[in-house]
């Protein structure tokens, strides 16, 4: 099963955007979920993860404006990005943290222009 994400767009420096992950896992609550970037020319990077305890990591380029949360009941998995910049431009895909190898989904790509 690829976790599929969406929720991306073209939006202005310092907009927001809401990204969401809908992960149909029978073992959604007892698992690690992670949100990653890929910028053009570089490497995937973790961005933010939570736990099935709810405790919440971020990269620190984007602690205090980005947040994490999940809804076991709804299997879903939020990322909420505010004062985006630039330099947040990116494919943004989730995935199991650690990875799943086999549950990349395509990804949703966030576009911020300056």
């Known amino acids: 099963v690829q976790l599929q994400a969406s929720g991306g767009g073209l939006v202005q420096s310092g907009g927001s955007l809401r990204l969401s992950c809908v992960a149909s896992?029978?073992?959604?609550?007892?698992?690690?979920f992670g949100w990653y970037r890929q910028a053009p020319g570089k490497q995937r990077e973790l961005v933010a993860s939570?736990?099935?305890?709810?405790?919440?990591d971020y990269l620190d380029s984007v602690k205090g404006r980005f947040t994490i949360s999940r809804d076991n009941t709804k299997k879903t998995v939020t990322l909420q990005m505010n004062s985006l910049k630039p330099e947040d431009t990116a494919v943004y895909y989730c995935?199991?943290?650690?990875?799943?190898?086999?549950?990349w989904g395509q990804g949703t790509l966030v576009t911020v222009s300056s």
């Open positions: 995935n199991l943290d650690p990875v799943d190898r086999l549950k």
């Open positions: 939570i736990s099935a305890s709810r405790h919440e």
């Open positions: 896992l029978s073992h959604f609550r007892f698992d690690t």
